[in-house]
């Protein structure tokens, strides 16, 4: 058994070590930025040494290797490419671009999508690092020589029109399935572009239950997740409410039998709806409403 001094020593030592612990946790390289400005710039994360892929991504974007430690060279990739928090990102200029070219916001690695601006603009790509070819592209482009924004909100509860790609089906689909969507209408904010239609995302079958006798009916809960703002941002969505009633008054594609929402969880975290009957009561093609969970500040495009 301790006595009193003893335990007062060991509590010191444990508040110590857990104090050490946190510490160490604070400095672990985010692998998580890492690996999400990867897929941003080339398609998918590496398995490489994080050293390897740092070295990588800093000669894509800048032709240079960056001096200061692995936290910070990871941090400040991160900021260029996704973050918002003191400028638009990498993400936000490049989409700005697109858009002005185009009117059409294509989801694909950024060098493909910089590419694809500068073959169309000048007939072939151009030499440089990731940052100058848009930084040049952009020049030319807009008058004032940068991507028009400016700050926005997208307010909690704003209607986002989505299309599936997949069919859902209390006969065929399975806990843990994907269903693809995309924005199918653009989203404004004081007529600022935050969300662009084609942003894609992901909903989760989260609970399948078979139709049975006795007039049990087939169930399917959707968990629904996020969408991509055009500065990157990501925006969590959900079906409440609002959503609901607009699903019902537009009719839209869904099938007499779908039910609406039911939060199963904490507000944000898990909702869905619930399909009756068959299969393919939500066919591929389906469109229907969300709703933003929360209020989202975001860089939105202006239009000159």
Known sequence: MFNKKQAIVFLIILSLFNFTVLTATAQVVPVNKLSAVEIMIYGNKSDESILKRIERLETTLYKQKK????????????NYVLGNKEKPSLVFNLNGLEWSLTTNITQDTAINKLNKLEKMVFGENKEGSLKERINYLTEITFSKEKVPFEKATVPKNKLIKIKT?????????????KVRFEVSENVYVDSKLVIPAGSTGILEVSNVEKSGNLGKEGKINLKFSKVMGIDGSEIKIDLNEEAQMMNRSQQLALGASILGAAVLGPVGLVAGYFVKGNEEKLPKGSELYVQTVTNNSVYGFEFE
């Open 67 to 78: 001096e200061g430690s692995l936290i910070e060279r990871t941090n400040n990739i991160y």
């Open 165 to 177: 790609f997949d069919k859902v089906s209390s006969v065929s689909s399975k806990s843990g399935d």
